[in-house]
Nanobody, 122 residues
Framework: QVQLAESGGGLVQAGASLNLSCAVS????????IAWFRQAPGEREFVASI???????YVAMSVRGRFSIARDNAKNTASLLMTSLKPEDTAVYYC????????????????WGPGTQVTVSS
């Protein structure tokens, strides 16, 4: 049974940092690309992705320079470090996995976590 579990969300003030984690079980982690998406009221938005090996992190333009993605294949975990948070970053953040290459589109991902809420107050 494949499981993805996000953690690390919470309520913070603008300018703060959060480090989200995604623990993955039930699949060969190093065979799967990982991505983070977020959803405020409205569409699910791509945030960042990372290749199976971790060599090719990619961050959306909207958060580039503030967010970074990483993974640890030995621990079956991925992370999203978010710095200089803004109120517009408020959303539910999801990690997702797909076999082979990373994608920027949500429907390409087979497995999803339940999400973690991030709320940034002004």
């Amino acid at each position: 049974q494949v499981q993805l579990a996000e953690s690390g969300g919470g309520l913070v003030q603008a300018g703060a940092s959060l480090n989200l984690s995604c623990a993955v079980s039930g699949l060969a982690f190093s065979d799967y690309a990982i991505a983070w998406f977020r959803q405020a009221p409205g569409e699910r938005e791509f945030v960042a992705s990372i290749s199976r090996s971790g060599d090719n992190p990619y961050v959306a333009m909207s958060v580039r320079g503030r967010f970074s993605i990483a993974r640890d294949n030995a621990k079956n975990t991925a992370s999203l470090l978010m710095t200089s948070l803004k109120p517009e970053d408020t959303a539910v953040y999801y990690c997702a996995a797909r076999p082979s290459y990373a994608s920027l589109t949500s429907w390409d991902y087979s497995y999803w976590g339940p999400g973690t809420q991030v709320t940034v107050s002004s």
